[in-house]
Structure formats: structure tokens, C-alpha cells
């Protein structure tokens, strides 16, 4: 006897994007590698990110080598149903701001879902102003579970397959996937392959596992998406996420995993130069951004920009503590706006006492090789190890307090490299006494205020930096 309810459903989705087609032409739709090569067959990929992928951050990233961008992770239902939601979400449904605009294609456009239907409904009405429609099967963050979604539908193998399918199906554009992987190569592989052949024509393999995050993220394992690449690549292209610090890791990864491009979530945020060879100065790719941000209008969200400012500035952030609790107390545009400028005059001012004092950094590593820079260049950000404290509720299945845990972590701003401050260890007391300063730093208490908006800053982006550089 067939299943009325998902025969109703299945009659529903049919009509709905019947109706859809009658009213929009769209090109014949590709698939694979088809639909890969029709797209410019990206090498550099900007990761969805909730409330950080935005328009003028992805106007910016790709200005330096981004070659295909994601939107924001949408929830499609509130997608779907809110006006208010859609709109605040994503502007181009309105004037065709968010998406669609010459400046910003290719385009994928993300949702989290648990409902084929609902997901449906909302990527008809991005359609038209996108390339494809991901879905999202990696985020680990714990609201995620509560809502079931992302990685928290990895059980759940029927319904991941009946979203992308019902996608596949009725979208008049290519369906694709972002997912992490199981503890067993062998069972990543068959996730894979049940992914691509629901229909997916695009994989994105996140090499961590789900429980991977935070203050716990750790080191994402490559030869896992390598052996999904060489499982599954001769269907659709495999583009590979995790491990990336710096511009030298692009061509690491890619040589090692095999795959055809490489996503960057955390690193592009602290970096968003990260697709090119050079080392640029944090103040000048903020002018950048805020030029943009005024040339596209008021569309944007302050809380958007603070956060964007907090990452490129982290390191000066340590440094110039007053800037940094004036950045999260600010309320209008004008106050942001003011904030950077200042940070800019005193970063120039740095850099040339640098200059004066003769400060060379070309060739300084710290005990673990890193590069050692100057804070006023951008510069990945290496994030501090959970306390045990912490660590051990966590061992023992507090997954409860987890929002608390991160929104507490967000206290500790301005956390860096030990060494990231000014230059190597000898120049430390010399020039600019940054002892004394890390002193203050830790003494420094932060407003109220502040700790929602560096709490936006953490929590914002689900796929977070690694612990420690991938050889």
C-alpha cells in the first residue's frame, strides 16, 4: 500500500515546481562535472558561514582570487514561510542585492533543512538568482542538533537522501552537499556515495568529524577526502575543507586530498587575501570592506561588520585593548566606521616605529614553525586549547552547556600567538614593551556590552581553525 502522506507530499513539491518553471525559463540543467566547468571550474572556494559570507564579503574575497562563493547558511524553513527572515537574510529577493548581481557569481546559495518540502519552497525562491542550492550536512554547533540539521542528520541516511533528491528532481538548478566524516573511511566512503546518488552534483568534504569544533576542532584528516575523491570523483567534482592556514596550504591540500578545489571558512575570514600570495596590511582590506559595505547601502548588518572588523584586527586587537572594547560597544555606523579609522592611524604609527627601530621578521618562526608577523598584517588566528575544566564536562556528556561554554569563551579576546605581537622574542621589551602590555591584557576587563558582540565573532562560523599546521 503506498504511503499517502509521502505520495501527497512527493504531488505537492511536483506541482509546486511545475508552477515555478511556467514562470521562469531556465537553461537545460547540468550536472557533474558539466555543471562544474560551466561554473569556471573553481580552485578557490569561500565557505558558507553563517552571518560572515555576506555580500560584501564575498564582493571583497573575490577581488583577491575567490573563485565560486556560498552564501550564509539559511534555515529553509523560516526561508520559506518568513517574510521578515528572507528579507533580513538575503536582499536580493528584493532588488537583487544579495545575489544575481554581475559582482557576485558564481553563487551557491546554502540552507539547513529536515523537511524535503520546506527546503523546496525556499530554493525555488533563490533560484533564479544563484548557481545552485547546497545543502548543509556539516555544521556541528549544538543548535544544530536541537533543530536537527547539519551533521546532526548524518544517521539519518533516508532523509538526507529524500532532501537532496526532492531537490534533484524538482530544482530547476544543480543540488550539491557540504558533509564531515564518520570515525570509518569505509563508512565516509558509502555516505558519500549515498550523497552523490540522491543526487548531488557537487560534494564538499569537510575532513572532521562531528565532533570536532570549538575549542575541540583539532586536525582535519586529508587522506579521508582523498578517499572519497577517488571514490566518488568520477561522477561529480570533490572539493576538499580543513587545514588551511595559509596560502601555502591551498596547493598542500589539494596535492594531497586530489581534489579539484579548496574551501576556506576561518582562514578567509582572518584572511580574506588567503586565495593570493600577498601579505597585506589588516587596515587596508578593512577600508576595502567598508567601502564596499557604504557603496552597497544600509542592507547590511552592523553586527555583520563588527564581527568582520574583530577578525581582521584580532592581533592588533591584543594590543590595542581600548579599540577593541570600543569596537563591541559601538552602535552606529558612523561609531564603527570611526573605530577603524583609528585602528588604521595607529597601525601605520606601529609599522613605521617598526621600520625606524629596523625590525626584520622575514625568516622568524616560533618553536613550532610558524611565521612569526607583525600584528597590523593579517594572519591566521590559533585557537587556545579548552580548559580542563571545561574539557572534562565536556568528557562527560555536558553537550547542554555548550552555548554557555562558547558564549564564556568569548570573554577571552584578543587571545594570539605567543609571539604574534610585534615581531620576534628579542624585540618583544625593546621596541614596543608588549610584555607590559600582555599584562594589561589579561587584566582587562570587558564590557558587557562587548561579549555579545565577540560572542557573534566565535560562534558565528560553524567550520572553526585548526589547532596546529598541517605538514
Same mark, same amino acid.
Request: with cysteine; aromatic share 8%.
Given at each position: 500500500?503506498?504511503?499517502?502522506?509521502?505520495?501527497?507530499?512527493?504531488?505537492r513539491?511536483?506541482?509546486?515546481?511545475?508552477?515555478?518553471?511556467?514562470?521562469?525559463?531556465?537553461?537545460?540543467?547540468?550536472?557533474?562535472?558539466?555543471?562544474?566547468?560551466?561554473i569556471?571550474?573553481?580552485?578557490?572556494?569561500?565557505a558558507?558561514?553563517?552571518?560572515?559570507?555576506?555580500?560584501?564579503?564575498?564582493?571583497?574575497?573575490?577581488r583577491y582570487?575567490? =573563485?565560486?562563493?556560498?552564501?550564509?547558511?539559511?534555515?529553509?524553513k523560516?526561508?520559506?514561510?518568513?517574510?521578515?527572515?528572507r528579507?533580513?537574510?538575503?536582499?536580493?529577493?528584493?532588488?537583487?542585492?544579495?545575489?544575481?548581481?554581475?559582482?557576485?557569481?558564481?553563487?551557491? *546559495?546554502?540552507?539547513? !533543512?529536515?523537511?524535503?518540502?520546506?527546503?523546496?519552497?525556499?530554493?525555488?525562491?533563490?533560484?533564479?538568482?544563484?548557481?545552485a542550492?547546497?545543502?548543509?550536512?556539516?555544521?556541528?554547533q549544538?543548535?544544530?542538533?536541537?533543530?536537527?540539521?547539519?551533521?546532526?542528520?548524518?544517521?539519518?541516511?533516508?532523509?538526507?537522501?529524500?532532501?537532496?533528491?526532492?531537490?534533484?528532481?524538482?530544482?530547476?538548478?544543480? %543540488?550539491?552537499?557540504?558533509?564531515?566524516?564518520?570515525?570509518?573511511?569505509?563508512?565516509?566512503?558509502?555516505?558519500?556515495?549515498?550523497?552523490?546518488?540522491?543526487?548531488?552534483?557537487?560534494?564538499?568534504?569537510?575532513?572532521?568529524?562531528?565532533?570536532?569544533?570549538?575549542?575541540?576542532?583539532?586536525?582535519?584528516?586529508?587522506?579521508?577526502?582523498?578517499?572519497?575523491?577517488?571514490? %566518488?570523483?568520477?561522477?561529480?567534482? %570533490?572539493?576538499?575543507?580543513?587545514?588551511?592556514?595559509y596560502?601555502?596550504?591551498?596547493?598542500?591540500?589539494?596535492?594531497?586530498?586530489?581534489? *579539484?578545489?579548496?574551501?576556506?571558512?576561518?582562514?578567509?575570514?582572518?584572511?580574506p587575501?588567503?586565495?593570493?600570495?600577498?601579505?597585506?596590511?589588516?587596515?587596508k582590506?578593512?577600508?576595502?570592506?567598508?567601502?564596499?559595505?557604504?557603496?552597497?547601502? =544600509?542592507?547590511?548588518?552592523?553586527?555583520?561588520?563588527?564581527?568582520?572588523?574583530?577578525?581582521?584586527?584580532?592581533?592588533?586587537?591584543?594590543?590595542?585593548t581600548?579599540l577593541?572594547?570600543?569596537?563591541?560597544? %559601538?552602535?552606529?555606523?558612523?561609531?564603527?566606521?570611526?573605530?577603524?579609522r583609528?585602528?588604521?592611524?595607529?597601525?601605520?604609527?606601529d609599522?613605521?616605529?617598526?621600520?625606524?627601530?629596523?625590525?626584520?621578521?622575514e625568516?622568524? *618562526?616560533?618553536?613550532?614553525?610558524?611565521?612569526?608577523?607583525?600584528?597590523?598584517?593579517?594572519?591566521?588566528?590559533?585557537?587556545?586549547p579548552?580548559?580542563?575544566?571545561?574539557?572534562?564536562?565536556?568528557?562527560?556528556?555536558?553537550?547542554?552547556?555548550?552555548?554557555?561554554?562558547? !558564549?564564556?569563551?568569548?570573554?577571552?579576546?584578543?587571545?594570539?600567538?605567543?609571539?604574534n605581537?610585534?615581531?620576534?622574542?628579542q624585540?618583544?621589551?625593546?621596541?614596543?614593551?608588549?610584555?607590559?602590555?600582555?599584562?594589561?591584557?589579561?587584566?582587562?576587563?570587558?564590557?558587557?556590552?562587548?561579549?555579545?558582540?565577540?560572542?557573534?565573532?566565535?560562534?558565528?562560523? !560553524?567550520?572553526? !581553525?585548526?589547532?596546529?599546521k598541517?605538514?
Amino acid at each position: 500500500m503506498p504511503n499517502i502522506t509521502k505520495q501527497g507530499a512527493e504531488e505537492r513539491n511536483a506541482a509546486l515546481a511545475a508552477k515555478f518553471k511556467s514562470e521562469h525559463a531556465f537553461p537545460p540543467k547540468l550536472s557533474g562535472w558539466d555543471f562544474y566547468r560551466s561554473i569556471g571550474s573553481p580552485k578557490y572556494i569561500v565557505a558558507p558561514m553563517v552571518d560572515q559570507s555576506e555580500l560584501p564579503w564575498r564582493i571583497l574575497s573575490r577581488r583577491y582570487n575567490a =573563485d565560486l562563493c556560498y552564501t550564509p547558511m539559511f534555515n529553509a524553513k523560516l526561508f520559506a514561510v518568513d517574510a521578515r527572515y528572507r528579507n533580513e537574510s538575503w536582499a536580493g529577493l528584493k532588488d537583487g542585492l544579495g545575489g544575481g548581481g554581475p559582482n557576485d557569481r558564481p553563487l551557491i *546559495v546554502q540552507f539547513c !533543512a529536515n523537511d524535503p518540502e520546506y527546503l523546496l519552497q525556499a530554493a525555488l525562491m533563490v533560484a533564479p538568482y544563484c548557481d545552485a542550492v547546497d545543502i548543509n550536512l556539516g555544521c556541528p554547533q549544538h543548535i544544530a542538533r536541537r533543530g536537527h540539521y547539519g551533521s546532526y542528520l548524518m544517521e539519518d541516511w533516508p532523509l538526507i537522501s529524500s532532501l537532496i533528491s526532492t531537490l534533484h528532481r524538482h530544482l530547476p538548478i544543480p %543540488v550539491t552537499a557540504k558533509i564531515r566524516v564518520f570515525p570509518e573511511v569505509e563508512k565516509t566512503i558509502e555516505y558519500a556515495k549515498m550523497v552523490v546518488e540522491s543526487g548531488a552534483q557537487l560534494l564538499v568534504v569537510h575532513g572532521r568529524l562531528r565532533e570536532m569544533k570549538g575549542h575541540m576542532t583539532g586536525v582535519a584528516d586529508w587522506e579521508k577526502i582523498r578517499a572519497v575523491q577517488e571514490a %566518488v570523483s568520477h561522477l561529480v567534482p %570533490v572539493i576538499a575543507n580543513g587545514n588551511i592556514l595559509y596560502h601555502e596550504d591551498l596547493a598542500k591540500c589539494l596535492e594531497r586530498t586530489g581534489c *579539484v578545489g579548496v574551501m576556506s571558512a576561518e582562514a578567509n575570514l582572518y584572511n580574506p587575501a588567503i586565495f593570493t600570495t600577498q601579505i597585506l596590511e589588516s587596515w587596508k582590506l578593512a577600508d576595502e570592506y567598508l567601502a564596499i559595505c557604504d557603496e552597497l547601502g =544600509d542592507d547590511i548588518k552592523l553586527a555583520y561588520i563588527r564581527g568582520h572588523l574583530f577578525k581582521l584586527f584580532r592581533p592588533s586587537m591584543a594590543i590595542h585593548t581600548d579599540l577593541r572594547a570600543e569596537l563591541g560597544v %559601538v552602535q552606529s555606523k558612523e561609531e564603527i566606521w570611526a573605530v577603524a579609522r583609528k585602528m588604521k592611524e595607529r597601525l601605520i604609527q606601529d609599522a613605521e616605529a617598526s621600520r625606524r627601530a629596523g625590525e626584520n621578521f622575514e625568516g622568524c *618562526v616560533d618553536e613550532k614553525g610558524f611565521p612569526i608577523m607583525p600584528h597590523w598584517l593579517l594572519q591566521p588566528y590559533f585557537r587556545k586549547p579548552m580548559p580542563d575544566q571545561q574539557q572534562s564536562k565536556k568528557e562527560d556528556g555536558a553537550d547542554d552547556d555548550e552555548d554557555e561554554a562558547i !558564549a564564556a569563551s568569548a570573554t577571552e579576546t584578543g587571545h594570539m600567538h605567543d609571539l604574534n605581537s610585534f615581531g620576534c622574542e628579542q624585540h618583544k621589551i625593546k621596541t614596543f614593551g608588549v610584555q607590559q602590555q600582555e599584562q594589561q591584557q589579561n587584566q582587562t576587563i570587558v564590557p558587557q556590552e562587548a561579549v555579545g558582540a565577540v560572542a557573534l565573532e566565535i560562534m558565528a562560523n !560553524a567550520q572553526v !581553525a585548526v589547532e596546529t599546521k598541517s605538514s
